[in-house]
């Protein structure tokens, strides 16, 4: 039990907090001991009766199946690639731009009516995490299409559309544009220099020594640095002979969905 402990343990923290969330409240709902319609999102309910709780629950429930197993493997795989890669030792920062990333959601999907927001949160993390992805780096579709990473949201989109229906490849769409937006205002879009909100970005400092990231703050690993200029994209291997380091995010060969 202690070995298994420590294995979570190693997990990075925000992508721990994301799957042990999508874990406990789709668990909980799938055995019946809590009635789905308590975590959705009810704009009403949360509005007027304030079930504050509803806010959280509604970005991790899952539906059941494989399919779930797919999506929870991909939040995982997702957020641990953000999290060791370009926001290494910056948890805090990922932490907060993912919660102005998701009340942007729930505010831009209210034409929608959506009672979960699970599908848009992760296409919304893919996004940047494709954007973010060295030059050239491969993705595929259950191992049958290959295609450049940049492409997987927009393949998930299309997923959403084939399996659901408008109404949830709208919802995705919703993802897609938060996940661009923060891509574009943080990041700043590749263009060389640091968005326009990369200011807002950056998490408070009581969230910071929540982290335990007091000291100043680092930069990233696996291909990405900040500096003055904004994100740089460094080859892995240029990145090892000029510091000498073999450590650092491992990308791999892409992300394969399914």
Request: charged content about 10%; proline content about 7%.
């Amino acid at each position: 039990m202690d070995g298994f402990v420590a294995e979570i343990r190693k997990i990075p923290p925000v992508t721990r907090f994301l799957c042990m969330s999508s874990l406990g409240v789709t668990l909980t709902t799938l055995m019946n001991l809590v009635s789905p319609y308590k975590v959705l999102y009810v704009q009403d309910l949360v509005l007027r009766r304030f079930e504050i709780w509803r806010l959280y629950t509604s970005f991790f429930l899952g539906g059941g199946g494989i399919n779930y197993i797919f999506e929870l493997a991909m939040l995982y795989r997702t957020a641990n690639e953000l999290e060791e890669g370009p926001y290494a030792r910056r948890s805090s920062d990922l932490a907060w731009q993912l919660f102005i990333a998701n009340f942007a959601t729930v505010i831009a999907s209210t034409p929608l009516h959506p009672f979960i927001f699970t599908r848009p949160m992760l296409v919304c993390l893919t996004y940047l995490s494709a954007q973010l992805a060295p030059p050239g780096a491969q993705s595929s579709l259950f191992g049958l299409i290959t295609f450049p990473v940049r492409y997987m949201p927009f393949v998930m989109v299309g997923l959403d559309l084939l399996m659901g229906g408008p109404g949830a490849a709208a919802q995705s769409c919703v993802g897609a544009a938060i996940g661009h937006l923060w891509w574009w205002g943080v990041w700043g879009a590749g263009l060389g220099g640091q968005g326009p909100l990369s200011a807002f970005g950056e998490a408070p400092r009581w969230l910071r020594n929540l982290f335990g990231e007091s000291g100043p703050r680092g930069g990233s690993q696996g291909g990405f640095r900040m500096g003055g200029t904004g994100v740089h994209v460094v080859p892995p291997r240029r990145a090892q002979a000029a510091t000498g380091s073999t450590s650092g995010h491992n990308w791999g060969h892409g992300r394969r969905l399914g």
